[in-house]
């Protein structure tokens, strides 16, 4: 280092600039199965769900939020939410993704404390839920998002278009909802798109709005090719279950033939099948790790 640079920095003084707090916010997804006990064959329906965690003190006391925390001074804000995670639900293989930077002034009432948005999703039969620190209690909730109204306008040198969506978030009795915007401008030929929380019943902080986001984000990385579904599935699956876990999250049906000619390259069949619960035998398969890591 340059001795000029080196005085300089000996020199600052930090604490002159007002600094934020850092949190990290997971939206953890899985894939649950709730079986029907009065069918002989245990037909099963199975649900995208979110883990929320029910806050044991103020702020927000009582309502539920995602889980996360503060990032300490030694770590990376990856590292800090890859250690939230392991505390929440004990899974050490989840996708982990950042999805988005939270900073509107107001959104936590303690003080500026900027929310740095993962994306998680782990295989329901891995995972420990717990509740710890400020947490009274950790619930999987099922997950609902519907576009409720659009609304759009053109210029001559661009437009714009706001799309209103009702988040819903069921659990047994419990039943939360937020409402939000996203706000796309197109001007000058660039686009910009901005989250808004209109209302929220039950969800503490504006989690509704990160919800909502995240969920967006992931319906669209879906889209885009569907590997990152895998994660939500065992290591061995059938064909059948990976085309229910993309029909959960896109919220649409595919037909089976044009599905699996699509995901084709993606798995490899193994030489084992599942037999049981009154079906017919279906054959196993596992994602195609060459394909993936290319």
């Not at 995602?66 to 505390?87: D, I, M, N, Q, W």
């Not at 990152?228 to 290591?235: G, K, Q, S, T």
């Amino acid at each position: 280092m340059k001795i000029k640079e080196q005085e300089y920095l000996e020199n600052y003084d930090i604490t002159k600039y007002e600094r934020p707090s850092i949190a990290t916010d997971m939206v953890v997804f899985t894939i649950v199965e709730d079986k029907e006990e009065s069918n002989y064959r245990k037909l099963s329906d199975k649900h995208l769900k979110v883990l929320m965690i029910q806050r044991g003190q103020p702020p927000f006391q009582n309502m539920w939020a995602l889980p996360g925390g503060f990032c300490k001074s030694t770590e990376t804000v990856y590292e800090a939410a890859k250690r939230e995670l392991k505390e929440e639900t004990n899974a050490d293989r989840a996708h982990l993704e950042l999805c988005g930077v939270f900073s509107d002034q107001g959104r936590d009432p303690r003080g500026w404390i900027i929310s740095q948005a993962f994306m998680a999703l782990i295989n329901n039969e891995v995972v420990r839920v717990r509740a710890g620190g400020d947490a009274w209690e950790a619930k999987w909730f099922r997950v609902s998002l519907k576009k409720i109204q659009e609304t759009s306008e053109k210029g001559e040198n661009g437009g714009s278009c706001i799309n209103t969506y009702r988040l819903e978030l069921n659990c047994d009795e419990i039943c939360l909802w937020a409402v939000v915007s996203e706000e796309l401008l197109y001007e000058d030929y660039h686009a910009s798109v901005e989250y808004k929380l209109i209302d929220s019943e039950g969800i503490g902080f504006d989690h509704g709005k990160i919800i909502t986001y995240v969920l967006k984000k992931l319906r669209d990385k879906v889209e885009e090719d569907g590997k990152i579904v895998f994660d939500l599935l065992p290591e061995v699956f059938t064909l059948s279950d990976l085309q229910k876990a993309f029909e959960i999250i896109l919220d649409k049906p595919f037909l089976s033939p044009n599905f699996r000619r699509k995901i084709s390259k993606y798995v490899i069949e193994t030489e084992h099948t599942l037999t049981g619960g009154g079906h017919r035998p279906a054959k196993l398969f596992r994602r195609n790790v060459e394909e993936f890591y290319r």
